[in-house]
């Protein structure tokens, strides 16, 4: 019985891992299931998805992404730390959340 609360625990954890590196947090949750340990391993170990982040911070409205060097900046940002270019007040219309479309 222990056995089998420590691998939902596992999967419980598996999946928070990989959600906070942009990936299926439900998928994972069944790998942490299935693999106990060893998948909160493979989790613990594999790289963020970089693309994914940014597209939720874009999507969500928390980030915005700078027009000269595609670096991504706070929404509220005057100024892109990365390049120093100057956003306008008229900019920052321009920077709506976008909607993601479906791959249906």
């Known amino acids: 019985m222990i056995l089998f609360y420590i691998w939902i625990i596992c999967g419980i954890i598996s999946a928070i891992i990989a959600s906070n590196k942009g ?37 969500t409205g928390e980030c915005k992404k700078c027009p000269q060097c595609a670096e991504l900046v706070k929404m509220e940002a005057k100024i892109c730390r990365f390049c120093r270019y ?11 959340p976008l909607i993601k479309k479906s791959g249906w």
């Open 23 to 59: 990936r299926s947090g439900v998928g994972w949750f069944f790998g942490g299931l299935i693999l106990g340990p060893l998948g909160l391993l493979i989790i613990a170990v594999l790289s963020k998805k970089e693309e994914e982040i940014e597209d939720k911070k874009i999507e």
């Open 86 to 96: 100057e956003f306008k007040e008229s900019d920052n219309k321009k920077f709506v």
